[in-house]
């Protein structure tokens, strides 16, 4: 019932120690690494024995260099003063025809996709967003909900996702709490807001303004500001919102980009399955900051393992990032 069971029986002038394992687990090895703890404590012992027990070191040097330095060997560079968009920007002048977003049967290309938040972006700074200003964005999704992700940061505001499901109260507090500028989402939602915000549709048609890049650090944005705020779950009191910089972004994006690259070839397809109030979708959407295709998974789709199967095949999905739940029922539908 256990993965190691470990037995010491006394032998009366010595012991034996007996090891059982599950499959995969050697035990052998196990049973050496003991031996050499034990090893390491009776020297220890002999050698001091006023020290107290508790104080000896029984990890023999290699495997506390590997257990201290070499598992924990995670430094990466990444350059401290970029912005999140900056880097989405490039991928949109080198490959701009290649795929940036799929949902269901409709697609942007990197340039597109650009071009779109851009014209959104400076509709934004027109309507006076600046750096740290928070944006609310509250959609169902869609591909206007990386658009507008994208417009907020290349205005120089932050995210803050709102859950169209939520209750009213819930929605009212965050708002109030996080007192954001203006508010992003779409015309089937908009009754169901609060008013006094100025707001942009989405599915509305885009406004008759330049779709080139907007110039965010004339405004005084640095990797500094906040890319987002998102709230916890306040399973404990009220909710909280976590607020997170550009720089952290870019930290996770280039901490997680090794885990892909060396197993994966560029570039790849990976879902956008978390919700955007989940800060697992960070790691979804920020996959355009590499060149890859975001295939945005639909609300009905994602806790259906049938479904999601059909849709993972059908857009040929590379990468998909799930809670275990989500991945059994997909286990059990394939």
Request: glycine fraction near 6%; hydrophobic fraction near 45%.
């Amino acid at each position: 019932n256990y993965p190691i069971t470990l037995s010491v029986d006394d032998q009366g002038e010595g012991f034996t120690l007996t090891a059982q394992t599950l499959h995969g687990i050697d035990p052998v090895r196990l049973t050496h690494y003991l031996v050499t703890a034990l090893h390491g404590l009776l020297d220890a012992v002999v050698s001091d024995p006023q020290r107290p027990i508790l104080t000896v070191p029984i990890l023999p040097d290699a495997e506390r260099q590997q257990l201290l330095v070499d598992f924990n060997a995670t430094q990466a560079d990444f350059p401290q003063e970029a912005l999140i968009h900056e880097l989405f920007e490039d991928q949109a002048q080198r490959h701009p025809d290649a795929t940036a977003l799929v949902f269901e049967s409709q697609s942007l290309s990197y340039g597109e996709l650009n071009r779109r938040a851009n014209r959104l972006a400076h509709h934004l700074i027109a309507l006076g967003v600046r750096p740290d200003d928070r944006v609310a964005i509250c959609v169902e999704r869609s591909l206007e909900m990386v658009v507008g992700l994208l417009a907020i940061l290349k205005a120089g505001g932050a995210y803050l996702p709102l859950d169209p499901a939520y209750p009213d109260e819930r929605l009212a507090y965050m708002l109030d709490d996080a007192a954001p500028v203006a508010l992003l989402t779409q015309a089937a939602l908009l009754n169901t807001l609060p008013g006094h915000l100025p707001t942009v549709l989405l599915d509305a048609p885009e406004p008759l303004l330049p779709d080139s890049n907007p110039d965010a650090r004339a405004l005084g944005l640095t990797s500094h500001h906040l890319a987002y705020v998102i709230y916890t779950s306040g399973s404990t009191g009220q909710p909280k919102g976590v607020m997170v910089e550009h720089r952290n972004v870019l930290n996770l994006d280039r901490g997680l980009r090794p885990f892909f690259t060396e197993r994966m070839k560029q570039p790849y397809r990976v879902t956008m399955n978390a919700s955007l109030l989940f800060d697992a979708s960070v790691q979804d959407w920020m996959q355009l900051l590499s060149g890859n295709t975001v295939v945005i998974v639909p609300a009905a789709v994602r806790m259906d393992g049938q479904q999601l199967w059909h849709y993972f095949t059908q857009h040929a999905v590379d990468v998909f990032d799930s809670t275990p739940i989500q991945l059994q029922g997909l286990l059990e539908a394939g």
